[in-house]
């Protein structure tokens, strides 16, 4: 069966300019949740959603947000991007958020 | 102080050695989750757990709730066993509001 599938793999901004990504789960998983990795910070946990509502929210600026279609495909965005957004974004999906994930391949964001 | 910590954050073997990996964690969880990075970025999980002991082919998870500790163990490792390994717990009542630990660099030299 398909896996998780993240696009694009890369991309390259402009301080100031949105971004949005993309995260298709694996079919029949209802959750989905956004990572951030960074050299500095690691991983952190950014949201989760579950059919169609955020259920948890990591410690992060308003300048992101995500959201969740009723197909299960969720968004993530980020407004005014900032150099120190720069990252790989995953993506994980799960059937309930209470069994083992399956994490995408990522999203690299570059921003100058 | 970190929330979970894992050593070494650099380890070396030969092929064929036994390995293991530590994480302590200072707070409540409900499952404790050991994934795998390789240089590509791809993640995989490869065990969740909330008590005991899980094996899957050559490596070994187990978890000791009243120590808040959990070992990742190799077995006859192998250079493919490469990777970073991160260990990442969910507090609370939802697995899915995770801290992470910062990772060990795995290197088996063959």
């Known amino acids: 069966k398909a896996g998780v599938t993240q696009t694009p793999r890369y991309l390259i901004k402009t301080r100031g300019q949105q971004v949005t990504l993309s995260c298709s789960p694996i079919?029949?998983?209802?959750?989905v949740s956004w990572y951030q990795q960074t050299p500095g910070q690691g991983l952190q946990f950014l949201f989760e959603?579950?059919?169609?509502?955020?259920?948890n929210k990591g410690n992060f600026p308003g300048r992101f947000s995500g959201r969740q279609f009723s197909n299960s495909r969720s968004e993530m965005n980020v407004s005014t991007l900032e150099l120190g957004d720069s990252a790989l974004y995953l993506c994980?999906?799960?059937?309930?958020?209470?069994?083992?994930?399956?994490f995408g391949s990522g999203t690299r964001l570059t921003v100058v | 102080k970190n929330e979970v910590e894992q050593s070494p954050q650099n380890l070396t073997a030969q092929e064929g050695e036994f390995i293991t990996i530590n994480c302590s964690y200072s707070?409540?969880?409900?499952?404790l989750h050991w994934l795998q990075q390789h240089p590509g970025g791809g993640i995989v999980s490869l065990f969740m757990?909330?008590?005991g002991k899980k094996k899957h082919g050559r490596l070994i998870a187990t978890i000791n709730i009243q120590e808040k500790h959990s070992s990742l163990h190799i077995t006859a490792s192998h250079p493919r066993d490469s990777a970073v390994y991160i260990c990442?717990?969910?507090?609370?009542?939802?697995?899915?509001?995770?801290?992470f630990g910062a990772g060990t660099r795995l290197t088996v030299k063959p």
């Open positions: 994980a999906s799960s059937l309930q958020g209470l069994a083992g994930y399956t």
């Open positions: 079919s029949g998983h209802r959750s």
């Open positions: 959603y579950f059919s169609e509502t955020q259920r």
């Open positions: 707070v409540g969880i409900s499952a």
């Open positions: 757990l909330s008590s």
């Open positions: 990442a717990v969910g507090k609370g009542g939802n697995n899915n509001d995770m801290r």
